[in-house]
T-cell receptor, first 111, second 114 residues
Framework: LAKTTQPISMDSYEGQEVNITCSHN???????ITWYQQFPSQGPRFIIQ???TKVTNEVASLFIPADRKSSTLSLPRVSLSDTAVYYCLPGGSSNTGKLIFGQGTTLQVKP | DTGVSQDPRHKITKRGQNVTFRCDPI?????LYWYRQTLGQGPEFLTY????????KSRLLSDRFSAERPKGSFSTLEIQRTEQGDSAMYLCASSLRQGGSPLHFGNGTRLTVT
């Protein structure tokens, strides 16, 4: 199972673009990379998922380089409501369904 | 609402008592997970089911913890003889079996052991 490394915390201001990078050096060949967002007293919520190159949806973009040893979540023009903890989670390729969360990145958006 | 639901949302119990939590997954999801989360930490894997079969269980889960999913639908997590260290948020998630299928989480049960 791939171990992940993310910055513990990040600060930003409203309207800025935020990029959060996650390292997953021992990602398995067929693992997907999934990012989740978590607010206090709620369960994590799916944001975006990708396998390689770039994926974009209505809330975020995900950049994955060719070696797939890292991924970057990009949040365009953040608002105060984007203050949350963000987790990257490689997985899904092996027979085991066990998925391990790291400590995540706490993003604080300031006015 | 067709999301994952957990009951109760909050539970306060005295040390030594037994508690049971329930999780109702999204109906077509055949995988169900239990995680535990303490303040400032990411969710910690406890166990997961594929249909009614419990396929993996964390070594962190002592003999006081047991989980069931008798008909492959809802699941229960029981903690016997609770300890103060069991105080945490217990999260349930479900997903399809297909590789990479995202987890859908409930909002958890907050357990406080006094």
């Amino acid at each position: 199972l791939a171990k992940t490394t993310q910055p513990i915390s990040m600060d930003s201001y409203e309207g800025q673009e935020v990029n959060i990078t996650c390292s997953h050096n021992n990602i398995a060949t067929n693992d997907y990379i999934t990012w989740y967002q978590q607010f206090p007293s709620q369960g994590p919520r799916f944001i975006i998922q990708g396998y390689k190159t770039k994926v974009t949806n209505e809330v975020a973009s995900l950049f994955i380089p060719a070696d797939r040893k890292s991924s970057t979540l990009s949040l365009p023009r953040v608002s105060l409501s984007d203050t949350a903890v963000y987790y990257c989670l490689p997985g899904g390729s092996s027979n085991t369904g066990k998925l391990i969360f790291g400590q995540g990145t706490t993003l604080q958006v300031k006015p | 609402d067709t999301g994952v639901s957990q009951d109760p949302r909050h539970k306060i119990t005295k040390r030594g008592q037994n508690v049971t939590f329930r999780c109702d997954p999204i109906s077509e999801h055949n995988r169900l997970y239990w995680y535990r989360q303490t303040l400032g930490q990411g969710p910690e894997f406890l166990t997961y089911f594929q249909n009614e079969a419990q396929l993996e269980k964390s070594r962190l889960l002592s003999d006081r913890f047991s989980a069931e999913r008798p008909k492959g639908s809802f699941s229960t997590l029981e903690i016997q003889r609770t300890e103060q260290g069991d105080s945490a948020m217990y999260l349930c998630a479900s997903s399809l079996r297909q590789g990479g299928s995202p987890l859908h989480f409930g909002n958890g049960t907050r357990l406080t052991v006094t």
